[in-house]
């Protein structure tokens, strides 16, 4: 007898909680908006949780070290992709959809359009092949809204500074297709994207995210 995977093995759903993305290069200043606009929601009286891909989860900082800290090569790219959806799984199902489902703003530092640029743009693995692991890792959960810092290699090398992980230590030209990996998926929805220029000072990207979120919530009303 053939016994077929149930379509959805989602434990919960989405309540009424809104799903918020910060994607971009690297250096591009995620870390900071997200906490920005966090501390802006808790202000307002809004539950928040904050979290991050990869390791946003016990299972998930073990994959995080397995990922990022090996040796140049020491990770097939198939590999990689499997790793990167794997975190995602384990953080959607424990972490995100619980908070989702208690209301809660969820802001996190990379989804899956991470996945998309990195693996399937920059590793060249493919657009759609990558996409449909992620979503079929998380059963299909996408952002309400995804903030994406648009940042040039050159920019986002200078950011980071000398400490380097194992895809940041990757040439400009791999950080160019990233780049443009995130600039498609934002010009193919426009509608769940807000694309800032992460040159723009911290305090005028803070104010514009501010705007977005703001109609979000009104429109949630
Ligand atoms: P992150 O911790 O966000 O690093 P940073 O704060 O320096 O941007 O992400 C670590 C690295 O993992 C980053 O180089 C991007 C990469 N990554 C992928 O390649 N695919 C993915 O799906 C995710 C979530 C991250």
Known sequence: MIVRTPPTTASSGRGRGLLIAFEGGDGAGKSTQSRLLGQWLQEQG???????????????????????????????PRAEALIFAADRAQHVATVVRPALERDEIVLTDRYLDSSVAYQGAARELGHEEVRDLSLWAVEGLVPDLTVLLDVSPEQGRERRGAVHDRLEREADDFHDRVRHGFRTLAADAPERYLVLDAGEGVDGLADAVRARVAGLLEARR
């Open 46 to 76: 809004y539950a928040v949780l904050h979290t991050r891909e990869p390791g946003g989860t016990t299972l998930g900082r073990t994959l995080r070290e397995l990922v990022l800290h090996g040796e140049d090569g020491s990770v097939a």
